[in-house]
């Protein structure tokens, strides 16, 4: 990742939301990234960036003479963050309206409050999925099997239409269902 020092605009103010540290006094400079920068060390698009800038989910640090966006190198944490609640399964919308939560807040313990219940929330969440992916794990495995002993058991001739109820797997009195659901229409 690399980092570069751009001029800042005259008369450019930086915009420090809670989220940002502010510069460091005594001339000693923020490493700031580019849009580009920061979209490469997050593994997201310039679009997607610029679109959580839109949404008020991110805030450019400031901007360099030449216009262009520059973002703390907090801003990395607050892009991971974005990407975790994604993938927990929040929309931009909803984690929109966190963000307004916590902003709103008029307190740090009310914030923290919100923010507990909403990740209480998405822990349940999580841990109902992890159980339906066990269960999935699980009949995958049986269907591997399953499949495994047709190598051995089956002949050419036998027809497909007859692997749900196949007498060659004496273990099994029937297929799982991953494998029977092919069979049917």
Not at 41 to 47: C, E, N
Not at 64 to 89: C, E, H, M, N, T
Request: glycine content about 6%.
């Amino acid at each position: 990742m690399s980092t570069r020092h751009l001029p800042l605009a005259a008369g450019s103010e930086p915009s420090r939301p809670s989220h940002e540290q502010p510069r460091p006094a005594g001339g000693t400079e923020l490493e700031l990234l580019q849009v580009g920068d920061l979209a490469k060390a997050t593994g997201k698009t310039v679009r997607a960036i610029h679109l959580y800038e839109e949404l008020g989910l991110l805030r450019a640090h400031e901007r360099s003479k030449g216009r262009y966006r520059l973002f703390a190198p907090d801003s990395l944490i607050r892009v991971r963050w974005i990407s975790k609640l994604q993938s927990l399964g929040l929309s931009l919308s909803e984690i929109q309206e966190l963000v307004r939560d916590q902003e709103g807040s008029d307190s740090a313990p009310l914030a923290a409050q919100k923010l507990r219940g909403a990740y209480i929330e998405r822990l349940a969440e999580t841990r109902r999925k992890l159980v339906e992916l066990r269960a999935l794990e699980s009949e995958l495995e049986q269907s591997l099997a399953y499949l495994s002993a047709c190598d051995t058991a089956c002949q050419p001739a036998v027809p497909v239409h007859s692997c749900p109820t196949c007498e060659r797997h004496p273990e099994r009195s029937c297929a799982p269902e991953l494998v029977t659901a092919v069979h049917l229409t």
